[in-house]
């Protein structure tokens, strides 16, 4: 949410009765006009002006003044430091972007204001704290150039480390950003974001070619980025402006990121959003996540793992090597339950090592982040000896090779146990360094508690020289230690002259003496060495720590890669789901196929799941499917890409068996939905998806369509879907499931060699209909719409008149489909004459209408009535038709 112009008041040299801070606060909202500034002031961050408006409405809390400005009172609230990141979640959450300004120096006599400075600007794409992100999903920031044809991509996650680029053709741009879906986007004004504009970041600058190489590898010390990849120079320009932005927000740091990759080098299972957005892959029609192929195959023990496994159904494969080295390594755990279980566990103690060591490489880290790498280290070794007989085939070996990156760090590993305390603090601050680690420490701490010790004695000897028991020795943040008395001791101390009476109140008074303000300054003294010698050993930790982390980072990304490797062993565990054959050819077979999530989603029900084949391969490739709704189209065809996209990410499949060979793009034309936003209607969304799969359909894709041509007229409809299957058969040559309710198109077998028409099986049981779910051979009867209607709670005098109708129209053409019968545009036969209308029987056409089995006596009563009305009528008047 970006925030007004205006939100600092124009003049800030206008005259002001606030503090010499709110100097500071000006600047710092000069530099970063579209954040709300945090502005510290002692033990809270401070909001002023309309940043105070927009974030007490935002926050739900108070919304006070504080001093005036152009003779104006100045609007203020504020939220405590302690509590600072549960406000900045849901800030960034309602689209803010957050200026942190912090103390850079202790307060003290002299320093009239504090220094301060903003250290960091906080964004949806540039968080690196646990209780802002999503512990089981990546955080991209993505920056995007465009040239004439192309669009240069680079996207990071600061909060892991992780960086890629890729180049994509213009109109394959909302496919990527769908992809990625990035909680933050760099992009030129003139780019079109259409459905993420309002993750867009303020303009930012886009460097020119020679500079943009020169600081991505100025930024990984090497000469040239040639030494990582070849990447076009709208790639290097697209990175060197997502550095540009982090370095913006962290004031001037990198964190630890690894050398950027081009992901455009390996093949990929390509999905434009329409098609990722049917297939709830990763977010539910509803923007949830639970009803979702990730959410129910996932079987990850760690938040790395889930993250990675994410990536892996967002982007399935499409080179056959990689798939079966995933399938190597779960298939081994699958037949080593022993070593699956140690994996296991030793995972489930695995802390999230690649987003603590992200935070400690920007100086935000805490004794919790290195007590993570403590335990990482730990988890890791302990991983890799559950792996020791892990298969080693070259190229395929991914559980041999995570098992050798995770043996490394124990050396460090011993020293973190040695050095930190438990439990650690949430920052760094005294009692982070475990007693016994550093003998200097340990003395100052020593001092520090006699120091303390001294205080109780001095207490109960000065309550004794001056007669008040209930005397007590008490620290103020401004007097430092002072002697505490009730108001009835109060005019009893001030008899001593070596007491001054520095501070009275409502219930007694603080007095100082020379003896205490000596023990005030060896306790400070005491303390301030033991804190300054406590920061110095947590920053010593910290370098070394960062000094492996490549070593360390490589061991959390195999971490990983082994949890989602189990995850999948797990999977298949039950016996239900298969290992799919994977192909180079055009091979399509699946027997006993089902839908993950529907599946799930019935076992909470106790219900079964129908299982059905699907034959794709050469010969029939084309699958026409008919029958009512509700039968199951929908869902046989999404399963149906659905084992597509869990084959090629290297997952079992929920069948019996599956052979599939290789899906280079794959689409879904599954459910309908307007466009209101853009101007489009459900047809014209309907078409424009239909426009892109015969665009960009080839022989190795797989094309699932959904009742084309039913958002406009019948024979409009019946035309188009006519003359897309056609498309599809003859010039896509592609593999298809199309799911229509047109059954005249089953006639087209005759014509289309590989079509195979197929039906979804249903019963009629006393005017009930009962759907089988069941995928037979053939092409459906009838529509039976009238009685999904019933199922659906529709009144039942509309489904008497729709019955009524329906026997009509029926019996004035013979039959609905012949109407319709090939070829499809033969010329309609002509009108018959005015004075001759086509024979109808009015009694006849209510009476077909008519279940006497359904009938309540109250509705037989009036059905009756309404039957002798229209025999009357009919006898009145022989020459009427309706």
């Not at 709670?793 to 009524?804: D, F, S």
């Amino acid at each position: 949410m970006q925030l007004p112009s205006q939100h600092p008041p124009a003049n800030p040299e206008a005259k002001t009765a606030a503090t010499p801070a709110m100097a500071q606060w000006f600047a710092a909202k000069a530099a970063q006009p579209d954040a709300l500034v945090f502005f510290r002031m002692g033990d809270f961050y401070e909001l002023f002006f309309e940043d105070a408006e927009a974030a007490a409405a935002a926050l739900d809390i108070a919304l006070t003044h504080r001093g005036t400005h152009a003779d104006r009172p100045i609007p203020m609230c504020g939220v405590p430091v302690h509590a600072a990141e549960t406000y900045l979640q849901r800030l960034i959450r309602r689209g803010f972007r957050v200026a942190i300004a912090e103390q850079m120096e202790p307060p003290g006599k002299g320093r009239t204001p504090i220094r301060r400075e903003v250290v960091r600007l906080v964004t949806p794409g540039t968080l690196t704290e646990d209780t802002l992100l999503e512990a089981a999903r990546p955080n991209w920031l993505l920056a995007l150039v465009a040239d004439r044809e192309t669009i240069g991509a680079a996207w990071l996650d600061i909060s892991t480390g992780q960086f890629e680029t890729t180049t994509a053709a213009r109109p394959r741009l909302a496919e990527l950003v769908a992809r990625l879906d990035p909680a933050e986007i760099l992009a030129p004004a003139a780019l079109a974001l259409d459905a993420f504009a309002a993750r867009r970041a303020p303009a930012t600058a886009i460097p020119d070619i020679a500079t943009a190489r020169r600081r991505v590898a100025a930024a990984y010390d090497v000469a040239s980025i040639d030494a990582f990849a070849s990447f076009t120079d709208a790639e290097a320009q697209a990175a060197a402006m997502a550095l540009d932005y982090v370095r913006a927000t962290q004031s001037g740091r990198l964190p630890r990121l690894s050398r950027p990759t081009r992901a455009g080098g390996t093949g990929r299972l390509e999905m434009d959003a329409a098609t990722a957005a049917s297939l709830e892959i990763l977010r539910a029609r509803d923007g949830g996540s639970t009803h979702t192929l990730l959410a129910t195959v996932r079987r990850t023990r760690t938040a790395a793992g889930a993250r990675l496994l994410e990536s892996w159904l967002a982007a399935p494969l499409a080179e056959a090597e990689p798939i079966e080295a995933r399938q190597l390594a779960w298939r081994w755990l699958l037949a080593e339950p022993e070593a699956a279980r140690r994996l296991r566990e030793a995972l489930r103690t695995a802390p999230d090592m690649a987003r603590a060591l992200s935070r400690l490489s920007l100086g935000r880290g805490s004794p919790r982040d290195l007590l993570a790498i403590r335990d990482g280290i730990r988890a890791a070794h302990n991983a890799a000896a559950a792996l020791a007989g892990a298969p080693h085939l070259e190229g395929r070996g991914l559980l041999a090779d995570a098992a050798s990156a995770m043996r490394v760090g124990m050396p460090l590993h011993d020293r973190l146990a040695a050095a930190l305390a438990e439990p650690a603090p949430p920052r760094p601050e005294p009692g982070a360094i475990a007693q016994g680690f550093d003998g200097e420490l340990d003395a100052e701490r020593r001092l520090r508690d006699d120091s303390r010790r001294v205080i109780a004695g001095m207490q109960t000897g000065l309550a004794q020289r001056y007669g008040v028991a209930s005397l007590k020795i008490r620290h103020h943040a401004q007097l430092g230690y002072v002697i505490e008395v009730p108001a009835t001791a109060t005019e009893k101390l001030r008899g001593f002259p070596e007491l001054a009476l520095r501070q009275g109140m409502a219930n007694g008074a603080r007095f100082t003496a020379p003896e205490l303000s000596e023990l005030d300054r060896r306790i400070a003294e005491a303390e301030s060495r033991a804190a300054a010698r406590e920061a110095l050993i947590f920053r010593a930790l910290v370098d070394e720590t960062l000094a492996e982390q490549e070593l360390l980072a490589a061991s959390a990304a195999a971490l990983a890669e082994a949890d989602a490797l189990q995850s999948a062993a797990s999977l298949a565990e039950s016996g239900a789901w298969c290992c799919p054959q994977i192909a180079a050819t055009t091979v399509f077979r699946i027997e006993a196929g089902r839908h993950p999530v529907v599946e799930a989603a019935l076992a909470e029900n106790r219900a079964a799941f129908v299982p059905n084949d699907c034959d794709l391969s050469p010969g029939r490739r084309v699958l026409l499917l008919t029958g009512p709704n509700m039968a199951g189209k929908s869902t046989f065809l999404r399963q149906n890409a659905l084992a597509v996209v869990l084959a090629q990410a290297g997952l079992p499949v929920p069948a019996k068996s599956a052979s599939i060979g290789l899906v280079d793009r794959l689409f879904s034309r599954v459910g309908g939905a307007d466009d209101l936003a853009r101007g489009r209607s459900t047809f014209m969304v309907e078409m424009t998806e239909t426009a892109a799969f015969l665009h960009q359909a080839g022989p190795r894709s797989l094309v699932i369509v959904d009742e084309i041509g039913r958002g406009t007229a019948t024979l409009d409809g019946l035309a188009i879907a006519w003359a897309v299957l056609e498309a599809l058969h003859h010039r896509a040559r592609c593999r298809t499931i199309f799911a229509t309710h047109f059954h005249e198109l089953a006639e087209l077998g005759v014509e289309l060699a590989e079509l195979s028409p197929h039906a979804m099986r249903v019963r009629e049981w006393k005017g009930e209909v009962v759907f089988l779910h069941e995928v037979a051979p053939g092409a459906a009867g009838r529509s039976w719409g009238v009685q999904v209607a019933r199922l659906a709670g529709v009144p039942e005098p509309v489904l008497r008149r729709a019955g009524e109708i329906l026997a009509a129209l029926e019996a004035r053409t013979g039959k609905l489909t012949e109407a319709a019968a090939l070829p499809l545009f033969a010329a309609p036969p002509a009108p018959a004459a005015a004075s001759q209308p086509p024979p109808a029987d009015p009694l006849a056409w209510a009476l077909a209408g008519i279940d006497p089995d359904r009938l309540s006596p109250r509705e037989a009563l009036d059905a009756l009535y309404r039957l002798k009305s229209l025999a009357a009528a009919g006898e009145n008047d022989p020459a009427e038709t309706t």
